[in-house]
């Protein structure tokens, strides 16, 4: 494999393919290559070697990055194999004492993330581009806080946008930006379900794909780890391939909160998770390309308004 080659490392060994949503995947007995096949990312490895060099020393379980460069495929990012399978996998067949040591140590992996020195102002190339209107799109997640009222004004340029709703979007973010004032931003994963953990033998062996990872409050890691929790078969590992059955993970919040009490200790925290939320949801409505799909967006923000949404869903 001429990636291999590029990276300095022997093309040679077997390699399983797996599609991805945002990246060409082969998996062997020593590396993982991964080739971008969403141009929209073309920064996405850069930005991960970059957040990858901040975890150098840390106690955070990760893939070691051994090289990333461009080429005739397109980009690309060599790192070493982790042990286990995906969460994702393991999940399903996992006894429900493997699940506890799972999760627990995930908690314990993301402790140590948030302690990471981090750049207050760490953000994905590609989020950059979307918040900064170079290229606009439905970059949904993860949300970053002092960008909420920007969205509000992108959705107001779509034609035929619902203009007394989002008046009453605007006066509800302004409400509780305050919830934000005194935090400081860590590091933080920013994609982070099923399908980003590997875990062996009860415990978590590596967080991995870092595209997302950004510096926001240690609290923002909670929108997609509940989101995954209560609409896992939205969330699936790949576009070919099916969720999980949401019934199976209404354990993981309260055994996060177990093994991570810090992390759900903040003041409202209910009101800054609907914050979140409805920055995702403001985003769909101002970028989505699919009218159905800003409309599904426009009526999950009329209920975000009135106080509910998919935490209703979850106990935690």
Excluded at 200 to 226: K, S, Y
Excluded at 286 to 301: F, K, L, Q, S, T
């Amino acid at each position: 494999m001429r990636t291999l080659t590029a990276a300095g490392l022997p093309a040679t060994g077997r390699f399983l393919s797996k599609a991805g949503w945002v990246s060409r995947v082969w998996v062997g007995d020593e590396y993982v290559v991964r080739l971008i096949n969403d141009q929209r990312h073309r920064d996405a490895y850069r930005h991960e070697a970059t957040v990858i060099n901040l975890l150098a020393g840390s106690e955070v379980p990760h893939a070691r990055h051994l090289a990333h460069g461009d080429g005739p495929d397109g980009p690309w990012y060599v790192s070493e194999r982790l042990p286990g399978r995906t969460l994702h996998e393991a999940w399903p067949t996992a006894d429900s004492a493997t699940r506890q040591a799972m999760i627990e140590s995930l908690g314990s992996a993301l402790r140590a993330l948030h302690r990471v020195p981090v750049p207050a102002d760490l953000l994905p190339p590609w989020l950059a581009a979307a918040l900064d209107g170079t290229k606009p799109w439905a970059a949904f997640h993860p949300p970053v806080v002092g960008a909420a009222l920007q969205q509000v004004e992108a959705a107001r340029r779509v034609p035929g946008h619902d203009a007394r709703l989002l008046a009453d979007v605007a006066d509800w973010v302004r409400e509780r930006l305050a919830l934000f004032a005194a935090d400081a931003p860590v590091l933080v994963h920013g994609d982070l379900h099923g399908a980003n953990l590997m875990v062996d033998q009860g415990r978590v062996t590596g967080l991995i794909d870092f595209a997302e990872a950004l510096a926001q409050p240690a609290d923002v890691e909670l929108d997609i780890i509940l989101r995954w929790c209560a609409k896992a078969r939205d969330i699936p590992p790949t576009p070919n391939e099916q969720g999980l059955d949401e019934t199976t993970l209404t354990e993981i919040p309260g055994l996060l909160r177990g093994a991570y009490p810090e992390l759900f200790e903040r003041e409202h925290l209910r009101e800054r998770l609907n914050f979140y939320d409805m920055y995702g949801e403001l985003t769909l409505y101002a970028h989505h390309p699919y009218a159905d799909d800003r409309e599904a967006a426009h009526d999950r923000i009329v209920r975000l308004l009135s106080g509910h949404n998919y935490l209703d869903e979850l106990v935690w």
